[in-house]
């Protein structure tokens, strides 16, 4: 599993001209489903994203987690994160898990982040979403498991 994670001040999306997810201050994290990917993957995944250190400390450092600051973690399903970009012009998705597959592991993350964590919210796998953000930094890192 992939995750890209942004560090922001907020964070939305919107489905249909409705918000379905929302934070504050917190981590964006783009989700993308490799066809390999099992739920210890997930697990492994979910247990980085809720311990790295990105916000800062009382001295400036990046030394604490979503879960020290008690920010949002806004959870947002993405299948190009999983494409394969080395060649051509136009990216291959041979290493995305198939939708269902994609769209299991997701719901199995997304219900463990829920169990693990109070401030969850989500994208809808699937569907076409508008995501806004403010990044703060900025500061984006790509997190695998």
């Keep these: 599993m992939i995750a ?3 560090r922001v001040t907020k964070a939305s999306v919107v489905v249909n001209n409705q918000t379905i997810g929302h934070i504050e201050q917190g981590i964006l994290a783009l989700i993308g489903v ?3 990917d099992q739920k210890a993957n997930a697990d492994r995944l979910l247990e980085r994203l809720l311990g790295y250190r990105i916000f800062a400390d009382a001295e400036d450092k990046m030394n604490l987690s979503v879960s020290d600051i008690g920010g949002g973690l806004l959870l947002v399903p993405q299948f190009t994160l999983a494409a394969d970009t080395r060649k051509g012009k136009r ?3 041979s290493s995305a898990a198939p939708p269902q597959e994609g769209q299991a592991l997701f719901q199995y ?3 463990q982040a829920k169990q693990q964590y109070s401030k969850v919210s989500t994208g809808e796998f699937g569907a076409d979403m508008k995501v806004a953000l403010c990044n703060d930094g900025p500061v984006t890192f790509w997190l695998t498991a």
């Design 109 to 111: 993350f997304v219900g």
């Design 4 to 6: 890209l994670i942004q």
């Design 91 to 93: 990216p291959s998705f």
């Design 34 to 36: 490799e066809k390999d």
